[in-house]
Every structure is written in C-alpha cells, then in structure tokens.
C-alpha cells in the first residue's frame, strides 16, 4: 500500500531571491522587518505631527484632545504617559485605515518610557517597544521595533480658565462675616493668615470683594463654594446658610441659571474676650451667669471660668461652646463684657497653686533649690492649666504705689514669680451703663466680681506690644520717636493721602496670598479709606502678637493643619476627575424658585 504525501512547494522571495514558503506578500520575514512602522505611529489626526494641549494659566493638560476636560499631570508620571498614549491614533484604533495601507494588520504596545527633553523645548519624547502583526491571519507574520515618538506642546485655554477671564462667569458667592460691637476684625485676620499660608484652598477663588465685617468669595460653581465653607467651618464655628437666585430660565429645555449664596456668620466672640454667660444660656454646663474668658477658636468656642472657686475642678470650670448652641440660645445669652483691647500688663508677685498634689510638688521642687516646674510642651509631664492664688500689681504702679491684687486663675503652670501677664482691671475700669446692668441682673447670686482676670502670659514688651529697645550694654529701654517738624507732619499727611486714593482692594485680598491674576475689585459703598488703614494697622498688631504669644500661634497652626487636611480630601476625591464645565445647571422649573 502506497501513501500519498502531501507537499509544499517553495518560492523564491520577490525581493531578495531567498527560497521561503508562499505568503499574500511573497517576501522573507527579514524584507518584512524593513517595514517602517515609526511613520505608522508617529502620524498624528489627519496626518499631522502628534500634540498636546496645555492650559498656559492653570498648567492642566487636555485629557482626551477634544478640548472639554483638562487635568493637572506631573512630568513623566503614569498618568502623563498614559494620557500621551491615548493621543496617538495607531495605537487608540483611530488610524487602522492607514495602517492596512502600510501592510500592518494590528499594533500591540509592549512597553514605553520616556526620553529626558528639556523642560523649555515645548517637546515630549518616548521610546516605545511595539509588535506589528504583518498580513492577514492565521498567514501573519510578527516584528517588534523600537520607536521613538515626539508630541508638540501647544497652549490651549481651558474652559474654565476663559470663563474666569470673562465677566460676571460666578455661579456662586460664599459671605463670610464676623459682626462685632466693637468692630474688630480678629477672628477675620486669623483666616486670612490661613488662607494665604496655602495655596490649594484659594486656587478656585475667582473674585475677593472686602467688607467692613468680613469677604466675599466668589466661585465658579456651587461645589467649590461649598468645599471652601467647609474648611471655614473647621477653622472658625460658624453658622451657614445657603440660598439660590434664578437669574434667567429655558421653558423649553426646561433649563435655568442660578446663581447661589452661602452666607457664612462667624460667632463674634474673638480670642481672649471676657464674655458675660446669662443665666439661661445653654451648652455651657456650669459657667452659666458667670464671667467667661475665651480661651481659644476652632470649630467650637473654649470658655474657661473667668473667676473659679479655688478649691473647684479644673474639668468644671471650662467647656466648649457650639455654633449650634450660640445661635439657637440667642446672642443676648452670650455677650462681649470688656473686648481683648481693653487688657492691662500686671506684674506677677507670687504664685499660690490651689491644688493640693499641685502645692506638695510645688513644695518638693522648691526644697531641691529647683525653680517650680512649669508647662513647656507636652514632654515636660505638666499639665499646660492649673488653678492657683495669684498676687499681681499693675506694671504702670511700679515706683508709684504699693497696690497689688489677688485672683485665682487657670495659668497656675504657666507662670512664676517676676513673669509679665496680661488681663483685665475690672477693679478700676469704667463701665458703661449696660455693663453695670449685666453686672445687677446676669450674674448668679454666688457669683462675686473678681478685681483682675489674667489672661495669657506675655513676653517681654513694653505697654505698647512692642519689644524693648537694647542699648549697646544690654540694658532695655523703649525706643524715642524722634519730633517732627510741621512741615514734615503737613509733607506725610499729604503723602499718605495721594497714596490712600491710588490704592485699591488688592493689598487686603494680597493678605490672602490672592495675587493680580484674580480679579479683584473693591465695592465703593462699604469700603473707605479710613477702613483700609485701620485694617492695614491692625493686622500688623496682629502680627507683633502673634510673634509674642505662643498659643495664638499654635492656633495658627492647627488651622493650616486642618486647611492642609481637607485640601488633601479634595485632591483625592476629584483624582483622575476631569473638572466639569461651568454653565447653566439642569434644573427643574416650578413656582416654587426663588
């Protein structure tokens, strides 16, 4: 029995000459790998070279190259090369007609990295390692080549930049304000200090419009604005309120575009005001138809007992006072007795601790020859507030009687004999007549008026918050102004007249860290000059106290850490998120709009 074999015949290859089986090409597989797939690859839409688009104001790339999202992307990240890749049409399936024409059946990436470029030279470079099947299955024969890839960089305005640029483009306005008696802007300049200390939380900022009692932020759409009252809310308690206006309408798309208001009312209690608890206030426990001292601001308002009994607790004499719990009890419950420009420098003359583990370590330490040990960190294994009998006299009485004062206070491990604190002289300041009617009808029959409420200690300074002047033997003294002539008096004032008309709002949104590319503008009604100037002073008081008060620092700084927190919350929760166009919302229309 004979078997039928069955054979191939060969065929010389059309290019080369070389015997090899027939295929749809007749050629090799080495004439095949002189197929150029580089200018496969590197023909952009429409057979141009390959670009990217950038945003030149905001530095966002264009994620899918049709103009509509932009996203911020880190040189020679993954999510840079893998927005490159999607740009190029070989590899995305745009371009298969060109591809058949070139005799490339399928591409396939196997891998890619980039080529250093100077950041200047407006290029991209990557190297890519692709498979191109050749011909048609299952006759397909496989090459693999190195590539290398240039994308051009071009500037496009993304379309929430070109909104900013144009007028009138907010969807939103965030007000914040802090009503005061006195009109101090305290609680105010510590959020400005925040703000400008961090950039992430003021990048969504369009417009800043001053008030007297506070800001107005305007913002491109209503989340932004909402995210900012967030991170006002954890700085400063607050009450916030949010209303909507209709400013046009569609019937027949059954669209609209509102613009949205979120008022945002600090409680005016600042820091290191003494304040007059009513009798029937709420959310405060014990402190209620007491004086009260602020001790300091975050979300909630900390009180401490302004005159606490001296053999009560410590834990009972302070307590946190809510935003909700402030407005709901009414403002007349908790009301500003003497503000924090009223405080007086006293002279610490000797130190008495209240408690009696407190005085028996006191006794201890002072038996070794040791100074007592006070509060200096978390690590020194001292509670930062105790109670103690504390016997002050004025600094102005120094040479000129002998009058001294006893109080108790909660700064019992923060001061010592010699050390300057400021606080409040009750036993001779004048009060006006609503004051003397708090003092008849608020307080509880148990409550007796101290003569001095010490508030903080201070470094040292002279009466007007400013450091002592040294001369050249160490020796302090306050600094002379030298006198001036009155011509030189009329040659300022006018000066600083000229200079107070050209200026505009810009140095108080400046404060911020808002620079010339926001629009910023002033509202003529509520601004003046004189406000401007004394803004402009007390915010350098300010910052002198901030610089000599340890603990008005700190709450600085937990503010920026709470800032820094939730600029981080927003950073991940809109990764690998397009920012969505700002136009008109799709709303459904009723009577009911306002």
Same mark, same amino acid.
């Given at each position: 029995? *004979?078997? %039928?074999?069955?054979?191939?015949?060969?065929? !010389?290859?059309? *290019?080369?000459?070389? =015997? =090899?089986?027939? %295929? !749809?090409? %007749?050629?090799?597989?080495?004439?095949?790998? *002189?197929?150029?797939?580089?200018? =496969? &690859?590197?023909?952009? !839409?429409?057979?141009?070279?390959? &670009?990217?688009?950038?945003?030149?104001?905001?530095?966002?790339?264009?994620? %899918?190259?049709?103009?509509r999202h932009f996203m911020l992307l880190d040189p020679e990240s993954p999510d840079m090369m893998a927005t490159l890749l999607k740009q190029i049409p070989a590899l995305s399936g745009k371009g298969q007609q060109h591809m058949r024409q070139s005799g490339v059946e399928a591409l396939h990436l196997l891998d890619s990295l980039f080529i250093w470029t100077e950041p200047n030279s407006m290029r991209m470079r990557l190297m890519l390692t692709l498979k191109a099947d050749i011909n048609e299955a299952p006759r397909t024969v496989s090459i693999q080549q190195r590539v290398k890839v240039e994308f051009k960089v071009q500037w496009r305005q993304c379309n929430d930049c070109i909104k900013e640029s144009r007028s009138r483009t907010w969807q939103a306005i965030l007000q914040l304000r802090q009503k005061t008696d006195g009109g101090g802007r305290r609680g105010l300049l510590i959020m400005e200090l925040a703000i400008a200390r961090n950039a992430e939380m003021r990048k969504h900022i369009l417009q800043v419009q001053t008030k007297k009692s506070g800001f107005d932020f305007y913002f491109a759409s209503l989340d932004k604005a909402r995210h900012f009252a967030q991170f006002l809310a954890k700085a400063a308690p607050m009450r916030i309120k949010t209303s909507q206006t209709m400013v046009s309408e569609d019937r027949r798309n059954n669209t609209a575009n509102v613009k949205h208001t979120i008022s945002c009312d600090m409680v005016p209690l600042c820091r290191d005001d003494l304040i007059v608890v009513e009798k029937q206030a709420k959310g405060v426990g014990r402190l209620t138809g007491r004086l009260c001292l602020v001790l300091k601001t975050s979300s909630v308002l900390h009180l401490v007992d302004a005159s606490p009994v001296r053999d009560s607790d410590l834990t009972h004499c302070m307590t946190d006072l809510h935003a909700d719990n402030y407005w709901k009890g009414g403002e007349k419950s908790f009301r500003i007795f003497l503000p924090s420009k009223r405080l007086v420098r006293f002279v610490v003359l000797d130190v008495e601790m209240c408690c009696e583990d407190e005085r028996e370590r006191y006794r201890s330490s002072a038996s070794s020859d040791d100074s007592r040990q006070l509060f200096k960190g978390t690590r020194s294994g001292v509670s930062k507030y105790a109670l103690a009998d504390i016997e002050v006299a004025r600094e102005s009485d120094f040479g000129s009687n002998d009058e001294t004062f006893r109080c108790v206070t909660h700064l019992g491990n923060l001061l010592s004999v010699g050390d300057t604190v400021m606080g409040y002289d009750l036993a001779s300041a004048v009060f006006s007549s609503e004051a003397e009617w708090t003092i008849e009808n608020s307080f509880t029959s148990s409550f007796v008026i101290p003569d001095v409420v010490l508030v903080r200690k201070v470094k040292g300074t002279n009466a007007d918050g400013e450091p002592y002047a040294t001369t050249d033997d160490g020796h302090k003294q306050k600094g002379k102004v030298k006198a001036k002539s009155s011509a030189s008096k009329k040659r300022d004032r006018r000066l600083k007249k000229e200079e107070e008309k050209q200026r505009k709002l810009e140095k108080a949104a400046a404060r911020m860290g808002l620079g010339s590319n926001e629009n910023i503008y002033r509202d003529e009604d509520d601004e003046d000059e004189g406000f401007l100037a004394a803004a402009q002073m007390e915010k350098e008081q300010f910052e002198r106290e901030l610089e000599l008060d340890e603990d008005l620092a700190e709450d600085l700084e937990i503010v920026e850490r709470e800032l820094a927190q939730v600029a981080e919350e927003e950073e991940d929760g809109h990764s690998g998120k397009g920012n969505l166009a700002v136009g008109e919302e799709n709303l459904p229309l009723d009577d009911d709009k306002s």
């Open positions: 029995m *004979t078997t %039928n074999r069955l054979t191939t015949s060969l065929i !010389p290859c059309c *290019t080369c000459g070389a =015997i =090899i089986t027939p %295929n !749809p090409s %007749n050629q090799c597989a080495a004439c095949l790998a *002189t197929i150029d797939i580089s200018s =496969i &690859v590197q023909r952009g !839409p429409g057979g141009q070279d390959l &670009v990217i688009h950038q945003c030149r104001q905001c530095r966002r790339y264009d994620r %899918n190259g049709d103009g």
